[in-house]
Nanobody, 123 residues
Framework: EVQLVESGGGLVHAGGSLRLSCAASGFTLDYYAIGWIRQAPGKEREGVSCISSSDGRTDYADSVKGRFTISSDSAKNTVYLQMDNLKPEDTAVYYC????????????????WGQGTQVTVSA
C-alpha cells in the first residue's frame, strides 16, 4: 500500500522559512515522481514542485522559483521541500503526492496523495 506522510507545516512570519518532509512507504522513490501540491481556500489547486529521484530532474511553479528547493533522500525514502522567503500568498494546505509522471504531479493530477499539512504565513 502506497502511503505518503507529511510533516513540518506550521505558522511563520513573512520572510521566514519552513521545511516540509514527506515519508513514503509502499514503494521506492526511484520509480516515481514525488512532489507537492497546495490548495488554498478559494484558489485553484497548484502544483508547487516535483522531483524525479531516478535522474534528479526537478520542476517548480513560477510562483516559488528561487524560494523553494525540493530534494530527496533515497536511503530514507523521504522527500523534502525547503521553503524560504515565505509570503502570505504561500498560505495553503500542502499535499505530498506521487505519480509515475512528473507532468501529472505538476498538473495537480497525481495518483497518490498524502493527508496534507497546513502552512500559514502571516504578514
Amino acid at each position: 500500500e502506497v502511503q505518503l506522510v507529511e510533516s513540518g507545516g506550521g505558522l511563520v512570519h513573512a520572510g521566514g522559512s519552513l521545511r516540509l518532509s514527506c515519508a513514503a512507504s509502499g514503494f521506492t522513490l526511484d520509480y516515481y515522481a514525488i512532489g507537492w501540491i497546495r490548495q488554498a481556500p478559494g484558489k485553484e489547486r497548484e502544483g508547487v514542485s516535483c522531483i524525479s529521484s531516478s535522474d534528479g530532474r526537478t520542476d517548480y511553479a513560477d510562483s516559488v522559483k528561487g524560494r523553494f528547493t525540493i530534494s530527496s533522500d533515497s536511503a530514507k525514502n523521504t522527500v523534502y521541500l525547503q521553503m524560504d522567503n515565505l509570503k502570505p500568498e504561500d498560505t495553503a494546505v500542502y499535499y505530498c503526492v506521487a505519480d509515475v509522471w512528473m507532468h501529472l504531479v505538476m498538473a495537480g493530477q497525481p495518483d497518490y496523495w498524502g493527508q496534507g499539512t497546513q502552512v500559514t504565513v502571516s504578514a
